[in-house]
Nanobody, 127 residues
Framework: AVHLVESGGGSVQAGGSLRLSCTAS????????MGWFRQVPGKEREPVAA???????????YYADSVKGRFTISLDSSKNTVYLQMSKLKAEDTAMYYC?????????????????WGQGTQVIVSS
């Protein structure tokens, strides 16, 4: 079974930074995507960032417009861990952040395209 475990959430003031981590176990896909999503109560889950790994071609990571230039997604394959470095945080970044993974041959970033999910980590940004 595939398990994704997020960590790194917490409370921070606006303008601050946080780094989320997501470690996958039991995930043996040779190519696929790992992504970060977020959700606030009463709203739909939205994609934040996604990264492709595996066979060519190479895809630039995906970022939602709202986080471009502030968030960076990266992958350490040796640790089976994907990171989301969040900088210049805003109050509207407050949400539950979820890590997800899927076996794929191209970059995908919609939540319905992912089939493995973590439990989430809460991020609170105070203004």
């Amino acid at each position: 079974a595939v398990h994704l475990v997020e960590s790194g959430g917490g409370s921070v003031q606006a303008g601050g930074s946080l780094r989320l981590s997501c470690t996958a176990s039991g995930y043996t896909a040779s190519s696929g995507c790992m992504g970060w999503f977020r959700q606030v109560p009463g709203k739909e889950r939205e994609p934040v960032a996604a990264i492709y790994f595996g066979d060519p071609p190479y895809y630039e990571p995906y970022y939602a417009d709202s986080v471009k230039g502030r968030f960076t997604i990266s992958l350490d394959s040796s640790k089976n861990t994907v990171y989301l470095q969040m900088s210049k945080l805003k109050a509207e970044d407050t949400a539950m952040y979820y890590c997800a993974a899927v076996e794929a041959s191209e970059l995908v970033f919609w939540d319905y395209e992912y089939n493995y999910w973590g439990q989430g980590t809460q991020v609170i940004v105070s203004s």
